[in-house]
């Protein structure tokens, strides 16, 4: 049972352009989403979340947007750069229980 | 503040053995969580701690245990080894209440 996905394996985007990942969920009791990074042979930084009282939070080159009636939730990076290459995850949570993560989806930037 | 630190950082082991991997959390983290990660997979939630305690489990055998000791620290042990287990073993730490789990960098174990 996926609670999460990302239906996207991969994306690649020239620099400099808008970078879109996306991610839908199930579980309606999730009220807290994560988005992480990844580089490999690291583990997962944290990038940015949101609380399911809000529908966007941005920090930088980084927005994150939530659609709560359609249980979808996406990452927008602007202006996208060479080292933003890297695996992102979304993760989502009810409460303080656990973190339920998405499959990822690799980002490649290309110059 | 240090970050979560896992030991070791890459095992090689053969099948059958027993592994032993560390965790130690943020200072002030007192839940634990050990995620595995394989080629092509998210990350797949093994077990959380919280004070001692086994919070969370997810869908791995029994061959898959885990403590945490008095001081937060945690490990997770594999028991009789398969070649399927070779993967990243990623631990993350957070706050009472908090969302937002912090990972280290992970232990790589390959199974031969």
């Known amino acids: 049972d996926q609670q999460v996905k990302q239906n996207s394996p991969s994306l690649s985007v020239q620099e400099g352009r808008i970078s879109i990942l996306n991610c839908d969920y199930t579980?309606?009791?999730?009220?807290?989403f994560l988005w992480y990074k990844k580089y490999p042979a690291e583990g997962p930084t944290f990038l940015i979340s949101?609380?399911?009282?809000?529908d966007k939070n941005e920090d930088g080159r980084f927005t994150v947007f939530l659609n709560k009636s359609a249980k979808h939730l996406s990452l927008h990076i602007v202006p996208s750069q060479p080292g933003d290459s890297a695996v992102y995850f979304c993760?989502?949570?009810?409460?303080?229980?656990?973190?339920?993560f998405g499959q990822g989806t690799r980002l490649t930037i290309n110059p | 503040k240090a970050g979560v630190t896992q030991t070791p950082r890459y095992l090689i082991k053969t099948r059958g053995q027993q592994v032993t991997l560390s965790c130690s959390p943020i200072?002030?983290?007192?839940?634990v969580s050990w995620y595995q990660q394989t080629p092509g997979q998210g990350l797949q939630f093994l077990f959380e701690?919280?004070?001692?305690?086994?919070?969370n489990k997810g869908n791995f055998p029994g061959r898959f245990s885990g403590r945490q000791f008095s001081n937060s620290r945690s490990e997770m042990n594999v028991s009789t080894l398969e070649l399927g287990d070779s993967a990243l073993y990623l631990c993350?730490?957070?706050?009472?209440?908090?969302?937002?789990?912090?990972f280290g960098q992970g232990t790589r174990l390959t199974v031969v």
């Open positions: 993350a730490s957070r706050t009472v209440g908090g969302a937002e789990a912090f």
């Open positions: 579980n309606s009791m999730f009220d807290y």
């Open positions: 949101i609380s399911s009282i809000k």
């Open positions: 993760a989502a949570a009810q409460g303080a229980q656990k973190l339920v």
């Open positions: 200072s002030g983290h007192r839940s």
């Open positions: 701690y919280f004070s001692e305690t086994q919070r």
